[in-house]
């Protein structure tokens, strides 16, 4: 077994989504969008939240002063203003984003500073020693002004490389003036994790407490953190679902549950660990970034089996292809239906659905079943509502709330006040048959006009029913416009949301098909609550 480093006296999580990671290209956060934010990580137990720049962004100016004035509660984290060292030949006591630093009211004070020697003499135009009084100087002022302050030691490790002694020299100035902790930034993200713990170690000896900031160029972000832990950080920063600029920044949920679930150390509360999945799903809907489904820990396939072989070990064990429990970070096994299932898949799923797949040949009549599906074009690893339907019919437990004798569509280029196409639907209920015409845009919108009208008067929830996304796949390359195609539909009723699928050559047809389903899972599923 490996040694696991032992927990430091001390150890901060230190948050930077609120400013690092909102340079993510296409990203924007309104003060309202921060304030939530923050509240989310406060609720997770982040040490730091580092909630922008004020002074260089009015935006950020906003945020602090909402802070201040009374709109975010901090029960567990402490927030933090981030700027930089004063002007060049400057006094930090009368530069004015150093005094918009300490009007942002926060405990703590993040100040960005060189470290890199063509970095001085290129970005800022000064000399070496003009840089170190620059950090020394506004250091002494803040701290003196009774705030904590922590130094980002920009592009650190390309600076070490280049010269060792003055990227060094800075971390002991920083020190030497009254910052608590010096933060080594791979503000490239070029490093990987066998060139850390030299680099570390020497920062080390200077005797101050280190913190790691890596980027994510290489791949290696969380990789670079752990290995700068292991090395004697004992203070990491990161972003929710690593959000940041160019390839982002390291997740600072996926290095939380690392350090916490395999070196064992107690950084936050285990009921707070269980809130990571909802966090990152709460950022993914605040910053309107498609959650990554693959995210370590957190992402919807995390912990998904396919593999058949997977599914017959998990069955006697399911941590036979699982390296932790997913309900330790709030998240659930998935078990997948595919071509690829074989009979244990089939039962596992059947029982996550609550249903009683224990008989064998049933099971494997299921799963050949499922199989030719698959082979026709369908897909129900991402279709759990089309999978139970089927599973119900195969079973026998289908119930019929309506039959459709007939449908019909029209659509042109003529554009109308309720759009450019026409439906009809017919279908019978208890015996009693309706006929319908919906109007909409598109021949989708028609008939799901059309069917909502025809249901509604037996069914008012079918009223609720609204499409949410919808997909189109050609499954035969090359076979131009008469190719197979796999549609997937999304619905929601307001409290839930559900996937069907439907297959043809004629997208209207596999369009209408997923639709169909879509309003039969949902009237025969009754919605939580």
Not at 90 to 95: E, K, L, M
Not at 331 to 340: H, P
């Amino acid at each position: 077994m490996p040694m696991v480093p032992v927990a430091p006296d001390v150890f901060h999580v230190y948050d930077t989504t609120l400013r690092d990671g909102a340079q993510q290209e296409g990203l924007r956060l309104t003060v309202h969008d921060k304030l939530r934010i923050a509240r989310s990580l406060d609720d997770l137990g982040v040490t730091f939240i580092e909630g922008g720049w004020p002074g260089a962004n009015p935006n950020d100016t906003a945020f602090f002063k909402a802070a201040a004035d009374g709109e975010l509660k901090l029960r567990n984290s402490q927030l933090v203003a981030f700027g930089s060292t004063r002007k060049v030949g400057g006094q930090a006591s009368s530069d004015p984003l150093t005094r918009a630093l300490l009007e942002a009211e926060t405990p703590v004070i993040t100040l960005v500073a060189k470290s890199h020697d063509a970095h001085v003499y290129r970005a800022l135009r000064t000399t070496l020693d003009e840089n170190l009084a620059m950090i020394s100087d506004t250091v002494k002022f803040l701290t003196g002004e009774g705030r904590r302050v922590f130094i980002d030691a920009e592009h650190f490790f390309d600076g070490y490389r280049a010269n060792p002694a003055y990227a060094l020299e800075v971390v002991k100035t920083s020190a030497d003036a009254g910052a608590e902790v010096v933060v080594m930034c791979d503000t490239n993200g070029g490093m990987l994790p066998g060139w850390m713990g030299e680099v570390v170690d020497a920062a080390g000896q200077v005797g101050v407490d280190l913190g790691i900031h890596c980027h994510n160029d290489t791949g290696c972000a969380v990789a670079n953190t752990i290995a700068a832990v292991d090395a004697g950080a004992m203070h990491v920063q990161g972003t929710i679902n690593g959000h940041g600029e160019r390839t982002g920044n390291a997740d600072l949920i996926t290095v939380l549950a690392n350090l916490q679930l395999k070196y064992g150390w107690n950084i936050v509360a285990p009921d707070a660990l269980a809130k990571v999945t909802a966090t990152s799903h709460a950022v993914a809907a605040i910053t309107h970034v498609q959650p990554n489904t693959r995210q370590p820990y957190v992402g919807h396939s995390a912990f998904a089996h396919k593999a058949g072989l997977h599914a017959s070990a998990i069955k006697v064990d399911a941590n036979l292809y699982q390296h932790t429990d997913p309900t330790f970070v709030g998240n659930d096994m998935r078990m997948l239906v595919s071509d690829m299932a074989g009979r244990a898949n089939i039962q596992l799923k059947g029982e996550e659905l609550g249903y009683d797949i224990s008989d064998r040949v049933q099971a494997a009549e299921i799963t050949d079943l499922v199989k030719e599906r698959e082979a026709q074009g369908y897909s129900y690893e991402a279709a759990d509502a089309s999978f139970e339907l089927l599973l119900r019919d195969a079973l026998g437990l289908s119930e019929e709330f309506f039959e459709v004798l007939h449908w019909r569509v029209w659509t042109g280029n003529e554009q109308g006040e309720d759009g450019d196409s026409e439906a009809i639907v017919k279908v019978r209920i208890d015996g009693e048959t309706t006929k319908l015409v919906g109007e909409g845009f598109g021949p989708l919108n028609a008939l799901d006009q059309a069917l909502t009208g025809a249901l509604k008067a037996k069914y008012p929830a079918a009223e609720t029913f609204d499409l949410v996304d919808y997909r189109v796949r050609i499954m035969d390359q090359g076979h131009g416009t008469d190719a197979i195609v796999r549609v997937l539909i999304d619905m929601t009723d307001g409290s839930r949301t559900w996937t069907c699928v439907g297959v043809g050559t004629n997208v209207i047809e596999a369009s209408w098909e997923a639709l169909y389903d879509c309003y039969r899972w949902g009237l025969s599923t009754p919605a939580a609550g």
